[in-house]
């Protein structure tokens, strides 16, 4: 049976665990357009090559996941979160910069993490 101690101990551990494997997403806005809705689809580009035309950059985002084991915890995932920002800064696309996965830590699982490039690409322009 746990004393009263021992649950407060408890209940402080599992706060502590939950709090430090919370997912981040970091938005510096570059340029101000108009927003999205958060729940938008936008396309996804690894290279500047496979944009058609030109583009400008309007925030440029940087995501994490959480780390906790019922969270994906993947590059993909991390990009999937930075979705809703992108939409929020009135992106047409993403352009991946950098992805992957973080180091494993003593206290913490591995993590995704993504920085893209919101971007506002030409052709939208012009519709």
Not at 5 to 33: F, Y
Not at 57 to 78: D, M, N, P, Q
Request: charged residues 20%.
């Amino acid at each position: 049976m746990l004393t009263k101690n021992n649950r407060i101990q408890v209940l402080c551990l599992i706060a502590v665990t939950i709090l430090s494997s919370c997912a981040s997403v970091k938005v510096k806005e570059v340029s101000h357009v108009e927003a999205k809705a958060d729940d938008c689809r936008l396309p996804v580009f690894n290279d500047v090559k496979e944009i058609n035309g030109g583009y400008t950059v309007v925030c440029e985002v940087e995501s994490t996941t959480g780390s906790v084991l019922f969270v994906k915890r993947t590059a993909e995932a991390a990009i999937e979160r930075a979705m809703p920002a992108a939409c929020r800064c009135g992106a047409d696309a993403l352009l991946v910069l950098t992805s992957g996965k973080t180091q494993i830590k003593f206290f913490s699982w591995r993590r995704g993490i993504a920085t893209v490039q919101a971007i506002k690409t030409n052709q939208s322009a012009s519709r």
